[in-house]
Structures are given as structure tokens and as C-alpha cells.
């Protein structure tokens, strides 16, 4: 069990400098809106994970009228300590490192230290393209098989170069099938690498998404997850020889697991149309708890549970079962939560024994 203990803040989005020091079990951030409680979890998230939650580029994270941002955080188990730090400035490349050694490739820091962000801002796996979903499948399985982020991102430039053979036969007027043979050889291997191992992971996490569903509904609803992929029912290279005419008038590869999607039901239909807020909410919640328990049982280790605005558009009784699924369940240790008041949060958390520390954050500033 590692946790986070202490985290250093620099010029991060809205805070221009904090020194924060963590419980062991539950800490909860409180405060109006706007005050920056998510960029506290932004933050740790970044040390995680190497990146934002939420923003693409790092400049966006840099504190308005600075060129520069640095974070800095201390995690512990009961035999080592280790020091995560990242500092950008615009301009240059940006630097994370463990233990004063420098990655470097990101790849190479993801799954050290899992954690897992559930945010408003996730309604947008249900309600948005099938991109969204792609990434966050690929994000969570990266953090538990090292070789899949080589793999992906082989796939990835392969097809970059595949699409731009098709524009220029197009724009030339003319067609090699041996040039484009070249590539099909290449991505066919990678994709039917990752293929399986979303496959055999979708199978997993399905399984521990309902089980958790089912928990924090008190049955309520009978939900699934699918697996669509062009590569479910056909061979990848029989698939790509069969749409090699249609890539060519689109000029672009039309079959792969770029394709791929994930299908979101219940009571076999979709959630996005048929689910309220709060059955969303509570859907996207039985998601991420699954991830955790996925990465668990993949690396042994306990994610960091990120929760942000968590008790929005919940119920009484859900917000009751997901305090006694997060204070209970072995599966989580170190949890972040935010909410605007603080009594609210004691309230919904009163039935919990858990140690809580608390955190009040407010116009540039943050007590505890």
C-alpha cells in the first residue's frame, strides 16, 4: 500500500503555492466554487500519471501571468519513500522524475503509482464520441501492461503512414498495392496484439463493473459493458483486403481497432438515453471502481481514488452506498473527495469510522 503523504503545489492552474500533508485514509477538500478543489486533484493526479486530467497541453496548467509550473510529491509505504517531481516552463520540455532520475519516456512512469479520477466531467464516456471511450480503455489498461503503450503507439504510427500512402495514391492518380501491403503487414500484427488484450480486459473489468453496479444500486438495475470491434467476427487482414476500395476513395483506413468501441447498457438499453443523472452517475462510479480493482488484481497495488463533486445529482441512498463501498471495501485506501460544504460532506460521511482529514480551500488559500 503506498500513499500519497505530502504534496507540493507551484504555480498550478489557480495556486500560486501550497504545501499540503495527508491522512492515510479519507481527505476531503471543501470550499466554493471556483476555488480550485479540482486543481488540488488535478495535481496529484499529474504526479500519478505524468499529465492532466483535464487539460491537453501543459502551458493550460500554468498559473496566469507565470511561464512556469512545479509539483512535487511524497509517497510512502511501510518500507520505502519515494519523491515525484515535474517541472514545465514554457518554452522548454518538461522534466518528471523519481527520486531525483529523470524518465525518459512518460510510459516509463505510468502504473508506478496507480490512481483513479471520477469527475462530472466523465459523463462525457456515456454522452460523448467513441474516442472518449478508446482513451479511457487505453489509459486504464497502460496502467497495468507496460507493453501495450509500445504497442498502441506503433499501431498508431502505422496508421498515420497507411492513411497518408492513400492520400497520395489519391492525389497522384495511381495505385501500388505492394507499397500499401507494406503497412498492411505491420498493423495487422499490432492490432491484432492489442485486439486481444482489450478483449480479454473488457471480459475482466465487465464482470467487476456489474458486481459493483449492483452494490451501489442495491440491485436496482441489471447493466452491461460490450466489446464492439470490426475484429470481433472477422480477420483483420481479410477485413483490411475487403475495404481496400473504400480506402481509397476516403483515403483513410476504414477497418482496425481504431474503430473499436464500448457499448454502455441498462436494463439492455442504452444509457444514455434510458439512465438518469443519477443512474449515470452511479454508472460511471461502478467504471472507475472496477478499474481500481482491476488494477489491483493485475499489479497488486491500490489505486489513489480521485472524487470530485461526488455527491451530485446522487440520492440519498446511493450517496449511502458508495460511503459504505469506498470505506469498507479493501479494494481503496487513500480516497480525495470534494464537495462546496463541508457540512454536507460530514453528513453524508457520518455513518463511516474512517479517519478524515479536511481540507478547507478557499480564495488563495487552503487550511487544515
Same mark, same amino acid.
Given at each position: ?40 486533484? +488535478?495535481?496529484?493526479?499529474? =504526479? ?9 497541453? +501543459?502551458?493550460? =496548467? ?9 509539483? #512535487? ?5 511501510? $518500507? ?11 518554452? #522548454?520540455?518538461?522534466?518528471?522524475? @523519481? ?45 497495468? +501492461? ?10 498508431? #504510427? ?22 500499401? $501491403? ?32 449492483? @452494490? ?21 487482414? +481479410? ?48 467504471? #472507475? ?6 488494477? =489491483? ?72
Amino acid at each position: 500500500m503506498t500513499l500519497l503523504s505530502e504534496i507540493s503545489i507551484r504555480q498550478f492552474k489557480n495556486h500560486q503555492e501550497a504545501l499540503l500533508q495527508f491522512g492515510s485514509k479519507l481527505n476531503c477538500f471543501t470550499g466554493k466554487n471556483g476555488m480550485g478543489k479540482t486543481n488540488i486533484l +488535478d495535481a496529484i493526479h499529474y =504526479l500519478c500519471q505524468g499529465k492532466s486530467y483535464f487539460n491537453s497541453t +501543459d502551458k493550460e =496548467l500554468i498559473l496566469h501571468t507565470k511561464d512556469q509550473f512545479k509539483l #512535487k510529491g511524497i509517497f510512502k509505504n511501510l $518500507e520505502e519513500k519515494h519523491q515525484v517531481e515535474c517541472h514545465f516552463q514554457q518554452g #522548454k520540455r518538461k522534466s518528471l522524475s @523519481k527520486d531525483g532520475i529523470k524518465y525518459n519516456k512518460l510510459s516509463e512512469h505510468l502504473g508506478q503509482f496507480p490512481c483513479v479520477m471520477l469527475c462530472p466531467d466523465d459523463n462525457i464516456l456515456i454522452n460523448g464520441h467513441s474516442d472518449e471511450r478508446r482513451r479511457f480503455l487505453d489509459s486504464m489498461i497502460a496502467q497495468i +501492461d507496460k507493453s501495450y503503450v509500445n504497442t498502441l503507439s506503433n499501431y498508431n #504510427k502505422v496508421l498515420m503512414q497507411r492513411n497518408s500512402l492513400l492520400k497520395q495514391f489519391y492525389k497522384r492518380n495511381y495505385f501500388d498495392k505492394s507499397e500499401l $501491403e507494406v503497412w498492411d503487414k505491420q498493423i495487422v500484427e499490432s492490432g491484432n496484439i492489442l485486439h486481444a488484450k482489450r478483449k480479454s480486459i473488457i471480459k475482466e473489468l465487465s464482470a467487476l463493473f456489474e458486481f459493483y453496479y449492483q @452494490k451501489l444500486s442495491n440491485n436496482a438495475e441489471q447493466v452491461s459493458i460490450d466489446y464492439k470491434s470490426q475484429l470481433n467476427e472477422q480477420d483483420f487482414q +481479410d477485413a483490411l483486403s475487403k475495404s481496400t476500395e473504400k480506402d481509397k476513395i476516403l483515403q483513410r483506413t476504414n477497418v482496425g481497432i481504431h474503430k473499436d468501441d464500448l457499448v454502455f447498457n441498462i436494463n439492455s438499453y442504452p444509457v444514455r438515453r434510458f439512465g438518469s443523472q443519477g443512474q449515470q452517475k452511479s454508472f460511471l462510479a461502478a467504471l #472507475k471502481f472496477a478499474q481500481c480493482a482491476l488494477t =489491483l488484481k493485475h499489479t497488486g497495488k491500490k489505486s489513489i481514488l480521485l472524487l470530485d463533486d461526488l455527491f451530485d445529482k446522487l440520492d440519498k441512498n446511493r450517496t449511502e452506498c458508495i460511503i459504505n463501498l469506498i470505506t469498507s471495501d479493501d479494494t481503496f485506501d487513500q480516497v480525495f473527495i470534494t464537495d462546496t460544504s463541508y457540512e454536507n460532506l460530514s453528513l453524508s460521511l457520518e455513518s463511516s469510522d474512517m479517519p478524515l482529514k479536511h481540507f478547507e480551500v478557499g480564495n488563495s488559500s487552503i487550511s487544515y
